[in-house]
Nanobody, 122 residues
Framework: QVQLVESGGGLVQAGGSLRLSCAASGRTFNTYAMGWFRQAPGKEREFVARISGSGGNTYYTDSVKGRFTISGDNAGNMVYLQMNSLKPEDTAVYYC???????????????WGQGTQVTVSS
C-alpha cells in the first residue's frame, strides 16, 4: 500500500514559480513510476509529467516542456514538480500518483494523493 500527500500549491502571478512536493509512505516510490496530473474546473484530468522508479526516465506533456521539471529524492520518499514560467492556463488541482508501469494514462496509476490547488493569476 502506498500513501501519497501533495503540498506546495498556492496562488502565484503569471511568470512565477512553484514547487510541488509529494510525500510517499508505505512502499517507497523507487519501486513505482510516479506521475503528476492536473485537473482544471470543468475539464478532465490530464497528464503532466512522470518519472521512472530509478529517476532516470522522465517525460512531459508538450505544454509544460521546458517549464516544469519532475524529480525524486534518493531515499525514494519524495517526488517534486518544479514549475517555472507559470501561465494562467496552468491553474488546476495537481495530483501525485504512483503506478507499477511507466504510463501517461491516469488509469494505469494505482495510488493517488488528495491534490493541491495551483492558481496562476494574469
Amino acid at each position: 500500500q502506498v500513501q501519497l500527500v501533495e503540498s506546495g500549491g498556492g496562488l502565484v502571478q503569471a511568470g512565477g514559480s512553484l514547487r510541488l512536493s509529494c510525500a510517499a509512505s508505505g512502499r517507497t516510490f523507487n519501486t513505482y513510476a510516479m506521475g503528476w496530473f492536473r485537473q482544471a474546473p470543468g475539464k478532465e484530468r490530464e497528464f503532466v509529467a512522470r518519472i521512472s522508479g530509478s529517476g532516470g526516465n522522465t517525460y512531459y506533456t508538450d505544454s509544460v516542456k521546458g517549464r516544469f521539471t519532475i524529480s525524486g529524492d534518493n531515499a525514494g520518499n519524495m517526488v517534486y514538480l518544479q514549475m517555472n514560467s507559470l501561465k494562467p492556463e496552468d491553474t488546476a488541482v495537481y495530483y501525485c500518483a504512483a503506478a507499477r508501469t511507466l504510463s501517461v494514462y491516469a488509469g494505469a496509476y494505482n495510488y493517488w494523493g488528495q491534490g493541491t490547488q495551483v492558481t496562476v493569476s494574469s
